[in-house]
Nanobody, 124 residues
Framework: QAQLVESGGGLGQAGGSLRLSCAAS????????MGWFRQAPGKEREFLGAISGRGSQTQSLDSVEGRFTISGDVAKNTMYLQMNSLKSEDTAVYYC?????????????????WGQGTQVTVSS
């Protein structure tokens, strides 16, 4: 069964940068887009954005606009999340997701595959 595996999480400094990676392992699967969610302690899981197989990007969360960038190659099932100008409120578990839907959104149900999550902690 195909799995998504995140890496690159850990401890970051406020104002600093971290880069998360996501790769698929196991049986290849045909996805149209890959994206990122995050869940901070005591808060609901929120959609950060996605990249499609055509290279187009969507970003849903205003709080990370201009600071976070999603890149990668969906055809190769790899994706990255570059996080700059980190803030303490970016502390969360970050999830890599993938979908076979052409029309997807920020709804968790749109995303068929989920990674196990990687912890990002930002210290001030």
């Amino acid at each position: 069964q195909a799995q998504l595996v995140e890496s690159g999480g850990g401890l970051g400094q406020a104002g600093g940068s971290l880069r998360l990676s996501c790769a698929a392992s196991g049986r290849p699967f045909n996805v149209y887009a890959m994206g990122w969610f995050r869940q901070a302690p005591g808060k609901e899981r929120e959609f950060l954005g996605a990249i499609s197989g055509r290279g187009s990007q969507t970003q849903s969360l205003d709080s990370v606009e201009g600071r976070f960038t999603i890149s990668g190659d969906v055809a190769k099932n790899t994706m990255y999340l570059q996080m700059n100008s980190l803030k303490s409120e970016d502390t969360a578990v970050y999830y890599c997701v993938a979908t076979t839907l052409v029309f997807f959104g920020s709804n968790r149900a749109d995303w068929h595959y989920w990674g196990q999550g990687t912890q990002v902690t930002v210290s001030s």
